[in-house]
């Protein structure tokens, strides 16, 4: 009897120890659930061996893991900062609850946990007024330099953010240098080459400025969009040997004043030409940039490797924008994976997948199509009973899918380091 009970024991244990499905996180089309918490059924989903595919199979495959992530985050501009300040000045629990949502990392805190946020130096197309911290013309030596010139709750906001999470990564950018730098404003144009040196000091200042208010800069860009100048708002084309003597001027600038460990990062602008200004960039002055940047507007993600191809280790910014997930278009489903490590390194990984299905039929009449998907990991398939009471009656059918509603679902489980 004894090495039967042994092996009863240990298979109990073994069920216990393995992957498990616990939360999950759902947005749908229908807005009944928005980014919603709820226990899966069963609670919790466990990994057993596979069973018959379902018409989507999301394998999630952990023996290659690609580029490291450093954060999820959004631009803190001058109007989104003035919408957080006016709820805190109404309604101070709210505010500091989506700071909370938002911000948290904090194991468990049901929160988005945003680690990364872009901020712009000076107004941006998304400010009440059009101000850069020095508009006193002819300034060379920004002795007017004031960084109070910037709308106070931009600081405060900053800093109640940080008061959630210290680990925090602000990235700060121009979206134009000071309009007496230009042709005498901030909206469009080019950099009088002549200023070049003062621009790498408005920098520098630009740094000081937030350190003063309590602010760390994790990196700086030299400018927003530099192919992008619309007389509308502020913006300014910069051309690529512009950019690397400022980035030259500023890195030396820095390193001498404290900010050896700030990144600076170039280009900032989109896919399409990233065989040319970022790689150009590079040649000219890559000692001084630590990567660049890419926004997704033009051309498509699989054009970037123009870039990586000859600078893997330049590239891992993609700040400012929403869909760099280029999967094919043609299935419903999208699917990232993502591996966290832990607080100990001997606490196990966590995996989790995030998977869109924008199956909305919408070539015919709004139509949205659910996707029942099975997964698998590491050879093994999360178990998902076709109903519940099936389990009452101790049938054990296993249909093994997961019903994906059009919108889009977190899951996520924890596993021994591969
Ligand atoms: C973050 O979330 C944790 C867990 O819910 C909570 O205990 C903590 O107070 C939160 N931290 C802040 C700064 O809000």
């Known amino acids: 009897m004894r090495p039967v009970s042994t092996l009863v024991l240990l298979g109990l244990l073994k069920a216990v120890a393995s992957q498990q499905i616990s939360d999950i996180w759902q947005t749908t089309w229908d807005r009944k659930m928005l980014f919603t918490y709820f226990q899966p059924t069963p609670d919790p989903i466990n990994f057993v061996s596979p069973g018959a595919i379902g018409s989507a199979d ?19 501009t001058d109007s989104s900062a003035q919408l957080f300040h006016n709820l805190k000045s109404q309604n101070s629990n709210n505010y500091w609850e989506l700071l909370d949502y938002l911000f948290n990392i904090t194991d468990a805190a049901d929160s988005a946990g945003f680690s990364y946020i872009r901020v712009p130096l000076g107004a941006s197309d998304f400010s009440a007024n059009t101000y850069s911290y020095d508009d006193t013309s002819g300034d060379v030596n920004l002795n007017a330099f004031n960084i109070g010139a910037a709308p106070s709750y931009v600081f405060s906001t900053l800093s109640d953010i940080l008061s959630i999470n210290q680990g925090l990564r602000v990235h700060v950018v121009p979206w134009s240098p000071p309009g007496w730098m230009k042709s005498g404003t901030m909206d469009g144009g080019s950099l009088n080459t002549a200023y070049i040196s003062v621009m790498a000091n408005y920098l520098l200042k630009s740094l000081q400025g937030f350190q003063s208010k309590g602010i760390p800069i994790y990196a700086i860009s030299i400018q927003n969009e530099p192919e992008n100048s619309n007389p509308t708002y502020p913006t300014c084309s910069m051309p690529v040997s512009t950019e690397a003597q400022i980035g030259l001027k500023l890195r030396t600038l820095m390193n001498s004043n404290g900010f050896q460990n700030t990144k600076i990062i170039g280009y900032e602008h989109n896919w399409v030409d990233a065989a040319n200004y970022p790689v150009q960039l590079m040649q000219q002055a890559g000692s001084a940039f630590d990567g660049v940047s890419f926004h997704c507007y033009q051309g498509s993600v699989s054009e970037q490797a123009e870039f990586t191809s000859q600078y893997p280790n330049k590239v891992w910014w993609m700040p400012s924008d929403y869909d760099f997930v280029d999967a094919p278009s043609s299935w419903a489903l999208q699917v990232g994976a993502y ?80």
């Not at 394998?59 to 999820?72: A, K, N, R």
């Not at 299905?357 to 076709?386: K, L, Y």
């Open 58 to 76: 999301i394998v999630v495959d952990d023996s290659s893991v690609y580029q490291t992530i450093l954060g999820f985050g959004a631009s803190l």
């Open 339 to 418: 591996v966290t490590g832990r607080v100990l390194s001997t606490d196990w990984e966590r995996y989790s997948i995030v998977v869109l299905n924008w199956d909305d039929s919408a070539s015919t009449t709004w139509n949205p199509q659910p996707v029942e998907a099975t997964i698998e990991f590491r050879g093994m398939q999360a178990s998902i009973p076709e109903a519940t009471h099936l389990l009452l009656l101790d049938l054990v059918m296993f249909q093994a899918t997961y019903t994906f509603p059009v919108g889009v679902t977190t899951l996520w489980w924890y596993a021994p380091a591969n």
